[in-house]
């Protein structure tokens, strides 16, 4: 088993802190991820540092559904797979 070396997920993001100018992304807890500066394109850039764990696992699920011997076992795990990707890639990009 390896360990992480970084902050499990999920994250969020929000412009609840101290100073108006900047997101923070937390996790559940109030832990503080990241601190992000809101005077240029914050908004997205605070979803995807947010998204960031969900990103890394869809890829991770992408390609050990890729890697599995047998097309019908590759082609479940590979639809479950995209859909996780396709969760990730709407939470980086959430309006």
Do not use: C
């Not at 390609?63 to 890639?89: F, K, L, N």
Request: proline share 4%.
């Amino acid at each position: 088993m390896t360990s992480s070396k970084h902050t499990p997920g999920p994250w969020f993001y929000s412009q609840e802190s101290i100073d108006h100018d900047w997101y923070i992304v937390t996790i559940n807890g109030g832990l503080i991820v990241a601190n992000v500066n809101s005077h240029w394109r914050q908004v997205a850039n605070a979803r995807l540092v947010a998204a960031a764990p969900d990103l890394l696992e869809a890829l991770k699920a992408v390609v050990s559904a890729w890697e599995v011997t047998g097309p019908i076992e590759a082609a479940v795990r590979m639809d479950a797979a995209i859909h996780a990707a396709r969760a990730a890639i709407a939470k980086a990009e959430a309006a």
